[in-house]
């Protein structure tokens, strides 16, 4: 998504950016992911880290979080690369950096980033600011959704082959559509060829949550609200995996947030943890 009037992306679009570039610059090594091309595109004003939501401490569990579905889905894209597939979309891709960090394995794959008319178009002002270019292999696929538009026709468009498999991620998006529009998109992903492989984030509801982490998720709700983006859609892991069955998915596990904790945060003599609340959904064709 993105500001219309101002050609930047969205406010939640750039904190993520903005939280991964802090992991690297606060959080002792070894770091999770390492990610400052989003803060050069962001390009935030001077003390940005001051703002409240920047705050080291209270933001931290949200940090760890973010940058732990961010390897997650970097670690899934270097496999199936590895087993051949050779086209990866981003639904949402906002402020994405795969394809300038690894620049190694993306070269080999076909990127297709979804998003905004506006949103792509200042992405790619940016990256030929930068000096990073936008090179072939890496498609800014602009969608107006707003007005209804189909990004599957666009994709299409694009180059996308639907009759080669496919790793395709969205990731920090469900929870602002209804679950009929989640629904249709997952039919639509269900279509893709044999060997293709989704990787969707989803908000638990919040009898799910750890205590610990529910005052602090109550308080963004609010302040989605007010953004002009409330949380609409939260789902059980059940749900979940019946949606993607309901949709024709060949197969589908749950990746809780709490395996993500474990597998990148294990033994951190910092004690970082990612917040609970949010859990993935991997599914193939």
């Keep these: 998504m993105a500001d219309e009037q101002n050609e930047v992306p969205d406010s939640t679009a750039v904190r993520v950016a903005l939280w991964r570039a802090m992991h690297v610059q606060v959080d002792p090594p070894p770091h999770v992911i390492e990610d400052e091309i989003g803060l050069q595109l962001a390009a935030p004003e001077e003390g940005w880290r001051s703002r409240p939501d920047m705050d080291p401490r209270s933001t931290s569990t949200f940090r760890a979080a973010i940058v732990a579905r961010a390897r997650f889905i970097e670690d899934l894209v270097v496999e199936q690369a590895g087993h051949g597939v050779a086209q990866y979309v981003v639904l949402g891709a906002g402020l994405d950096t795969f394809a300038q960090r690894r620049p190694e394995i993306a070269a080999r794959l076909r990127v297709f980033e979804i998003d905004q008319p506006a949103t792509q178009a ?36 694009a180059g996308f082959d639907p009759g080669r498999p496919a790793v395709v991620v969205c990731t920090g998006v469900t929870m602002y559509l209804t679950k009929d529009a989640n629904a249709a998109t997952m039919r639509r992903l269900a279509e893709l060829s044999p060997g293709s492989t989704l990787a969707m984030t989803f908000m638990l509801p919040t009898e799910l949550i750890d205590d610990a982490d529910r005052p602090a998720l109550e308080a963004t709700k609010p302040q989605a609200q007010a953004a002009g983006t409330p949380f609409i859609s939260f789902y059980t892991p059940q749900e979940m995996l019946a949606l993607a069955r309901d949709a024709g998915f060949k197969d589908a596990r749950h990746v809780p947030g709490t395996a993500l904790a474990e597998r990148y945060f294990a033994d951190r003599a910092d004690g970082l943890r990612p917040s609970s609340g949010e859990d993935l959904l991997v599914a193939t064709t």
């Design 122 to 157: 200042w992405k790619r002002q940016r990256l030929i600011e930068l000096g990073h270019g936008v090179p072939d292999w890496l498609r800014l696929v602009p969608v107006d959704f707003e007005a209804g538009g189909d990004w599957w026709e666009q994709l299409s468009d």
